[in-house]
């Protein structure tokens, strides 16, 4: 929520930025003002300016940075990691599974042996998944 908060602070704070730099723009076109002007200006307001509303204006502006860009890169690159990782060392590309109203796969046999023929097939693993029951004697 407080991610959010800041996002939306941001982002007014760079419409509004960008709005007054098109207005100055316009202003010293239109007028052909000189640029020495409008540098004294923007000097002159931030040496009056409170120093902790910058420090503000330049950490909401930061964490927006942040949330869009650095954290969205981090996240999609943590899934494809995780998705490589799956496919090479967990379960790989194919699952084959029981059909839903049986309790195992039909003729396991036949497929282990498909797979044993196939050159196309680099590895394979059969796995048992659900309950048992260990006894010791």
Do not use: H, W
């Amino acid at each position: 929520m407080i991610i959010k908060i800041f996002a939306f602070l941001g982002y007014l704070i760079l419409f509004f930025c960008i709005y007054k730099l098109i207005m100055l723009c316009l202003f010293l076109y239109k007028n052909k003002i000189s640029l020495k002007v409008g540098y004294f200006l923007a000097i002159r307001a931030i040496k009056r300016a409170n120093k902790l509303m910058i420090i503000a204006i330049i950490s909401v502006m930061s964490a927006t940075f942040l949330a869009l860009l650095v954290i969205s890169g981090v996240l999609s690159g943590l899934i494809e990691g995780s998705i490589i990782t799956f496919r090479e060392k967990g379960l790989g590309d194919i699952i084959i599974s029981p059909l839903s109203n049986k309790q195992y796969i039909l003729n396991s046999d036949n497929i282990i042996n498909t797979l044993k023929s196939d050159k196309r097939v680099k590895g394979y693993s059969y796995r048992y998944t659900g309950n048992g029951i260990v006894e010791a004697n």
